[in-house]
């Protein structure tokens, strides 16, 4: 947000405790309007949702604009069990989805979803270089409305095949799969003797660190395992440590993957 209100000229961002709508409300008296509020569904460090349906109660009374950040966790929608965590989801504004974490695609096919058709009107001013009305007429397709980026590669398409494929059931039976594994792992760290777990993943991310650790021994144990070729792991930083983080985006991980995944952390801690 602070790299794209800078890009477009406006003032800089306000950062606001959006999880806590009181905190919120009390934000947006003191800002001068119009304000758009940003939540999160599904934060890239811990996979938390904000309170969507509390947020836009907030936004409603101060007559501002919801944008949901959905990049993460917004496939919970094709999940029959893990819809509701997305309740409220449906009064933003305008919505974004980065399908090429629970979605499977390529990295740069994502979505912006608006509520209602007119609100993309902006994507209908046309240049004569790029799609000249008479060609149009003519029958030439006219793509430049069907973007924002005009020029870039159609990634949708794979989007479209995808849902074809698979279908909302599909997905959400890939996305639950995901989701309950990271249950699985966080399970394994929870009972481990020399582990810490952050906390019970909402999504398919979990955070963990070596009992005792050192900030500065976790980062090394994550660079360790990377540069071998071993293992991937992200890292995060919440309440003020380094935690390991495993995101777990392959439906097929077996419960030995899950096994050789903590023996490797445990194998790179110092004694």
Not at 9 to 28: E, F, I, K, N, Y
Request: net charge neutral.
């Amino acid at each position: 947000m602070h790299r794209a209100t800078w890009l477009l000229g406006l003032p800089a961002p306000v950062t606001a405790p959006v999880h806590d709508p009181a905190a919120l409300h009390s934000t947006l008296t003191e800002v001068p309007g119009p304000a758009l509020v940003v939540a999160t569904a599904g934060t890239t460090d811990t996979g938390r949702i904000d309170p969507l349906s509390a947020i836009a109660d907030v936004t409603a009374h101060h007559r501002a604009g919801l944008h949901v950040d959905a990049a993460y966790g917004g496939p919970l929608l094709f999940s029959p069990t893990r819809r509701h965590l997305l309740d409220g989801l449906d009064r933003a504004d305008s919505v974004t989805l980065d399908l090429h974490k629970l979605g499977w695609q390529p990295v740069a096919a994502g979505l912006l979803a608006v509520p209602a058709a007119d609100r993309t009107g902006p994507l209908a001013h046309t240049a004569e270089y790029l799609n000249a009305t008479d060609d149009t007429d003519a029958g030439l397709p006219d793509l430049l409305g069907r973007s924002l980026r005009t020029t870039r590669r159609p990634d949708i398409l794979k989007i479209a095949v995808t849902l074809r494929a698979l279908g909302r059931s599909g997905l959400g039976d890939l996305v639950d799969r995901v989701c309950t594994t990271a249950q699985d792992l966080a399970g394994l760290v929870d009972k481990h003797p020399r582990l810490d777990l952050y906390e019970r993943p909402t999504l398919s991310t979990v955070l963990f660190r070596p009992t005792g650790a050192t900030d500065e021994t976790t980062a090394d144990i994550r660079r360790t395992l990377l540069t071998g070729g071993r293992a991937v792991l992200g890292r995060a930083r919440a309440d003020g440590r380094v935690w390991l983080k495993a995101t777990v985006l392959n439906p097929h991980t077996t419960p030995e993957r899950l096994d050789t995944l903590i023996a490797l952390v445990e194998g790179s801690t110092p004694r």
